[in-house]
């Protein structure tokens, strides 16, 4: 058995993060054997020898190889091809794939190593452009064996090693990853646009942030507070829910003003709950009492207070409503409440009812869902399809909605 402080490593693909390895390896002294289908590509890496002939002269000089190219396609060509690292694999190599492919992929070329007695580990990396510097997390998925085997050489290049379970994990951990990466980037360039409007410079938002939250807190918060199941305590989801949805429908109402599109931050108020995992605390097993389920579900959609009015009524026609329409309809899966409050507002239009269109509206308003601008646009687009004189009912229900919402006197 090799001795592991004598492993002899490999590099295939000498590009951004290839290239940055096979130079973490050489400053460790453990001078890696390379290959590129450029035979220059090793010329401007410090420490790092030419390429040899093909990715099978590169497993008969190694024991770990690192596989750093580009897609699946050409990640089959070097581990499975004619002159592939299988064709000359000796029974102690280990296969490190550090391309970002589909876990299908994955499972393919550890099957293929597997029928050749060969190791085999996903390894996603990031950051790329630290490569040299040893500076790298390596985010392994394979087993735990493989992974202590191949440590020595993993630990050359990157700054931590961290081992997320089994095959495949490394990568769907690495895509994960990356979805935070762009996801925030999206929000980020929402965020820079909204502070532009408001006649902000960037460079100031930017100094917020890196000041307020170094580390990263506040953004992997959520994360870091679910169990390994991945749930939230339902108390922090309640406590936080009011301050985000209060903070967020700030954000729509400047947006607004200012006549910026932030289509991210519309999802993320209107999926605050689910967000949160509040949002199925209606869609359950409804209570033995469904009529005070009822009762709770139209003060969740008019805001609270709205059923007083109805409360301990006999009539059968408010009691089929509560019953049946707010304690099921409203309460069912699948639509949020502010979906179907624009489903029920169109309606609403088309038969020209104001003082429906005032409540509808009302709970809109109340519920911080849609902002007086949003709402005026949608008498506006409803015009359109329900003609203009149902639509002046409807711009009047909504307008009084809005007086109302706004007046000081109304509010309690």
């Known amino acids: 058995m090799t001795n592991q402080m004598n492993l002899r490593a490999g ?7 290839g290239g940055g390895v096979a130079v973490s390896l050489a400053r460790r002294g453990r001078v890696p054997a390379v290959y590129d289908v450029r035979p220059d590509a090793s010329a401007n890496l410090s420490g790092v ?88 997390v390596a985010i392994v998925g394979g087993d735990r064996a493989t992974v202590d085997a191949a440590r020595p050489v993993l630990d050359d290049w990157a700054k931590k090693v961290v081992h997320c379970g089994p095959l495949g994990a490394g990568m769907a951990t690495k895509i994960a990853r990356n979805v935070i990466t762009y996801g925030s980037w999206r929000t980020v360039a929402e965020a820079g646009a909204l502070a532009r409007a408001a006649g902000v410079d960037t460079a100031r938002l930017a100094e917020v942030i890196d000041t307020a939250d170094p580390e990263g807190r506040t953004l992997l918060q959520l994360l870091r507070s679910q169990d390994p199941e991945g749930n939230l305590p339902e108390a922090m989801g309640r406590k936080i829910e009011p301050l985000m949805t209060k903070d967020l429908a700030a954000a729509r109402d400047l947006a607004a003003t200012l006549g910026v599109e932030v289509p991210l931050v519309e999802v993320a108020h209107t999926r605050a709950q689910q967000t949160l995992q509040l949002d199925q605390e209606t869609a359950p097993a409804k209570p033995d009492d469904l009529h005070q389920f009822g009762l709770q579900m139209m003060d969740q959609v008019y805001g609270p207070g709205f059923s007083a009015g109805v409360q301990g009524s006999s009539d059968p026609f408010l009691d089929q409503t509560i019953d049946y329409l707010f304690a099921q309809v409203w309460a069912r899966p699948g639509l949020s409440v502010r979906d179907r ?14 003082e ?3 409540i509808i509206a009302g709970g809109g308003l109340v519920n911080s869902e849609l902002t007086p601008d949003q709402l005026r646009e949608a008498a506006l687009h409803l015009a359109t399809y329900t003609g203009w004189c149902k639509a002046t009912a409807t711009h009047a229900g909504i307008t009084a909605a809005i007086d109302a919402h706004t007046d000081p006197k109304e509010q309690k």
């Open 356 to 358: 429906l269109i005032q």
């Open 341 to 354: 409050r624009l489903l029920t507002l169109g309606v609403a239009a088309t038969v020209g009812r104001a």
């Open 49 to 136: 020898p030419d390429p040899l002939g093909s990715p099978a002269e590169v497993a008969k000089e190694s024991d770990v190889v690192m596989v750093a190219v580009v897609n699946a396609d050409q990640a089959r060509e070097v581990i499975g091809g004619e002159n592939g690292l299988l064709s000359a694999a000796h029974p102690a190599l280990t296969i490190v794939l550090q391309a970002t492919v589909a876990l299908p992929v994955v499972h393919e070329l550890a099957a293929l190593c597997a029928a050749s007695g060969v190791g085999f580990l996903d390894c996603g990396v990031t950051p790329g452009d630290k490569a040299a510097e040893n500076a790298m």
């Open 11 to 17: 590099v295939i693909g000498l590009g951004m993060i």
